[in-house]
């Protein structure tokens, strides 16, 4: 990696320190941000300082003062620099001026590929894991005519609708974001690895919150989905059965003031009970990508 590219890592490395410190609750480091507004301050705080701020006792003071993240941090943004992984932070202008209107905006990104479309007219497009092959001609469908009208497409690089929604808007030229629940080192699941290459080569973006090795947990994919309908102005849905992952990423969307499209489906399918309800609910009903354009 250039000097240039170095040097701008050295200028992050105390909020790439502070992203790491993994164990200490969103609503604290947030405080904690909001505050001192510098990373480096914290970093800098000694024990006493640090505990007569609210909230904080004597585990997160152990937390905040382990040594051992101290001490990896140096290979810790080699391994960055070698992967060509960025850090944004709440404060970049890169940083999506939409995301940071949610409640829970992340304090940092990390991001692998395009910085520049993160502030595009971004439109999410999930669904089914175990979608049908309607599903499949629909995310295909949807994705690619709006990329070619422009849209950037933000999904989650999951198996299902999310890949062929990537999959779309790459058969477009167009750009898409995939949005992970795990380290940006780690590619899951496996077998949509060319899909995450081809999203690199194309000038699309892969972005997280979590540091490198973080594992694929479960938990993480509730917080994901907060980010890929923030980072979007609105959330296309294809396919979602009655209880899953993209029924919650739809509450994220309404919670955020974020339009919700649906796809209607086959009454008789399981994958279609969720979307749906949606339509009953009041989602917009859209059967072009038209309808889409129109409102944005």
């Not at 701020?53 to 391994?79: H, M």
């Not at 994958?271 to 944005?296: C, F, H, P, Q």
Request: charged share 25%; aromatic share 8%.
């Amino acid at each position: 990696m250039c000097n240039t590219k170095k040097h701008e890592m050295e200028t992050k490395r105390y909020w790439i320190w502070f992203s790491l410190l993994t164990e200490i609750n969103y609503k604290l480091k947030r405080n904690l941000i909001v505050k001192y507004k510098d990373p480096k301050i914290i970093y800098e705080l000694d024990d006493a300082e640090l505990i007569s701020n609210s909230g904080i006792g004597k585990k997160a003071v152990c937390l905040i003062q382990n040594k051992l993240i101290k001490e990896r941090l140096d290979d810790y943004i080699e391994k960055m620099n070698q992967e060509k992984i960025n850090i944004l932070t709440i404060q970049d202008k890169e940083y999506p001026r939409i995301l940071k209107q949610i409640y829970d905006y992340p304090i940092t990104l990390y991001i692998k590929g395009n910085n520049d479309i993160l502030n595009n007219a971004n439109i999410a497009i999930i669904g089914c894991r175990d979608c049908t092959e309607y599903g499949k001609k629909a995310a295909e469908y949807f994705s690619y005519n709006l990329a070619k009208e422009n849209v950037t497409i933000v999904s989650g690089l999951a198996r299902g609708i999310d890949g062929y929604s990537h999959i779309g808007a790459l058969k477009a030229k167009g750009k898409t974001i995939a949005v992970l629940g795990n380290g940006l080192d780690i590619v899951y699941p496996k077998q949509n690895e060319i899909i995450y290459q081809k999203i690199i080569e194309e000038n699309g973006a892969i972005i997280s919150e979590y540091p490198l090795g973080t594992k694929p947990e479960k938990n993480n994919f509730p917080e994901r989905n907060r980010i890929i309908s923030g980072i979007s102005k609105g959330v296309l849905i294809i396919e979602a059965k009655e209880r899953s992952g993209t029924i919650v990423t739809a509450d994220f969307a309404l919670e955020q003031g974020r339009d919700v499209y649906v796809v209607p489906g086959n009454i008789n399918s399981p994958n279609s009970v969720g979307t749906n309800r949606l339509i009953k609910e009041g989602a917009m009903l859209v059967t072009n990508y038209k309808d889409i354009l129109e409102i944005l």
